[in-house]
């Protein structure tokens, strides 16, 4: 078990988050501090909750967002964004003995008339209104709600293909692990399963890699990814396969109608205007 589940379901400290899991984003960040006793000094420092085993803190103190400070008790300055300026040098990362560089930020906002009434909110930087539970780890989302009775745990299957007809979905072997209650598909969708070209599920084909095809529900979340992997789906490789945009332009294949801005007769301005400029701009991801 890793400090992470532990602190979160266990616990139920759910001011420690959980984003990618595989300690990439830093969300679960919480302090550990151990005694060294060569130095005979407590050493502070962070540890993303993640990828940390239980069995690895004997004998260490962690400190989690909690136990800065909270919205009901005391909150901390480094979680009151009101009191940055009197924050010291020291203590802009985290609390008190991180030995880890400060990082550097700056926020711009536009000066207003000094007799502008305080009252007056136009110019005048505002505080996000749930700055200081986000701050404190006081915000609740849904990942930090505790569990209902008899909840279930959806995992996505998704299409491995970029353009495929899909020939048959055998969910026999999903279904048969432990926990699961049932694996859900486009023919189970009690109502309109394409909402406005918007697909919930895959129906008959799939036209990109990733899209859902199937979900399947079970009792932990650790189950139904176990039997998410389980679910077979045969294809069949349907052409064009489009991947790249100038591949959509040539094969006319658009998500929605073409947008166009145009004030005024555009094809008389272009006959009598000096110059045309014309380019390209696009995003290599999109
Ligand atoms: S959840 Fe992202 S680093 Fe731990």
Redesign the pocket.
């Known amino acids: 078990m890793n400090l992470?589940f532990y602190l979160r379901k266990i616990l139920h400290l759910t001011g420690t988050?959980?984003?990618?899991?595989?300690?990439?984003?830093?969300?679960?960040?919480v302090m550990v501090s151990r005694y060294d006793p060569k130095t005979k000094k407590i050493h502070h420092y962070p540890v993303?909750?993640?990828?940390v085993p239980i069995c690895s803190l004997y004998g260490v103190a962690v400190t989690t967002v909690e136990g800065i400070g909270s919205i009901k008790t005391r909150i901390h300055p480094v979680q009151d964004p009101q009191k940055f300026p009197d924050i010291p040098e020291n203590f802009m990362s985290a609390v008190d003995n991180f030995p880890i560089g400060t990082p550097q930020g700056l926020q711009m906002f536009q000066c207003v008339n000094p007799h502008q009434p305080p009252q007056d909110p136009v110019g005048h930087p505002m505080m996000h209104k749930s700055a200081i539970k986000h701050a404190t780890g006081e915000a609740v989302y849904v990942d930090d709600m505790p569990p209902v009775a008899q909840e279930l745990f959806l995992a996505v299957v998704t299409s491995t293909r970029a353009h495929a007809k899909i020939i048959a979905i055998d969910v026999s072997e999903a279904l048969a692990l432990p926990g699961v209650v049932d694996v859900i598909t486009a023919e189970d969708v009690p109502g309109d399963n394409n909402h406005n070209g918007e697909v919930l599920y895959a129906q008959n084909e799939v036209i990109c890699v990733g899209q859902i095809v199937c979900t399947v529900a079970a009792d932990t979340y650790a189950h139904a990814k176990d039997a998410a992997k389980k679910v077979r789906i045969a294809y069949e490789d349907i052409e064009p396969r489009i991947i790249t945009i100038e591949q959509a332009l040539e094969h006319n294949s658009f998500l929605a109608d073409e947008k166009k801005i145009e004030q005024g007769n555009v094809e008389q301005a272009f006959k009598h205007v000096d110059q045309i400029i014309e380019g390209k701009w696009s995003w290599p991801e999109k």
């Open positions: 992470l988050k959980y984003g990618c899991g595989s300690g990439g984003c830093g969300s679960c960040t993303t909750a993640c990828l």
